[in-house]
């Protein structure tokens, strides 16, 4: 088990089908998590470059959280998530591959 020292946001998505722009509304609120950088990179999208850098997110499980939400630490950085993994099957703690937002 992880060294939980960050408080982060899950964030779900509540605007109408069709929307354009997404409308985020926190879904759970300071959750202590542990946020791993775990790689990165650079994708070059049409003439433009675009830096990603993985993360991997560990929290204790919670019910109810979907892989179409968004994840914002204290500091304000957003996360999209990829990938969400049951660690050890016993619904304890969630171990999040997520991708940092940079806007």
């Known amino acids: 088990m992880a060294l939980y020292r960050q408080l982060i946001k899950f964030k779900n998505d509540v605007s109408e089908d069709g929307t354009l722009d997404p409308n985020y509304n926190d879904f759970f609120t300071d959750i202590p998590a542990s946020i791993v950088p775990k790689g990165g990179g650079e994708i070059y999208r049409g003439v433009q470059l675009q830096a990603q850098t993985t993360n991997v997110i560990e929290c204790r499980y919670i019910d109810g959280l979907l892989p179409n939400m968004i994840i914002e630490d ?26 940092e937002v940079v806007v």
């Open 74 to 99: 204290q500091n304000k950085v957003t996360y999209s998530i990829n990938r969400m993994l049951d660690s050890n099957g016993r619904q304890r703690e969630w171990m999040i591959e997520a991708i």
